[in-house]
Nanobody
Framework: QVQLVESGGGLVQAGGSLRLSCAASGRTFSSYGIGWFRQAPGREREFVAGISRSGTSTYYADSVEGRFTISRDNAKNAVYLQMNSLQSEDTAVYYC????????????????????WGQGTQVTVSS
């Protein structure tokens, strides 16, 4: 089992940057693929970015491709989401999630395939 805690959210002007962190408990962090999701008011939660267990594979939603970068440091039990060129449409609660049972280079993209979730961190982009 793994527990996830997000941090780094806040208020930023359009065009600015934020770096989200997802800290995980447990000694087997490298056994989990990690994903970032977000949920804006009145909308369903959506996939943003994912990284494989090994960190060698990543995948991004079209809406953030080229602006967001996901990375992980297995030695620190942490995953990061660097968000640049933020837009008002990026305003949402951002969640990190962990998925087990997948190969080391596979990026899990579908929400039902994630086993553990953090509590979320609010990102607000003002225009």
């Amino acid at each position: 089992q793994v527990q996830l805690v997000e941090s780094g959210g806040g208020l930023v002007q359009a065009g600015g940057s934020l770096r989200l962190s997802c800290a995980a408990s447990g000694r087997t962090f490298s056994s989990y693929g990690i994903g970032w999701f977000r949920q804006a008011p009145g909308r369903e939660r959506e996939f943003v970015a994912g990284i494989s267990r090994s960190g060698t594979s990543t995948y991004y939603a079209d809406s953030v491709e080229g602006r967001f970068t996901i990375s992980r440091d297995n030695a620190k039990n942490a995953v990061y989401l660097q968000m640049n060129s933020l837009q008002s449409e990026d305003t949402a609660v951002y969640y990190c999630a962990a998925a087990s049972r997948y190969s080391s280079n596979y990026v899990v993209r579908k929400e039902p395939n994630y086993d553990y979730w953090g509590q979320g961190t609010q990102v607000t982009v003002s225009s």
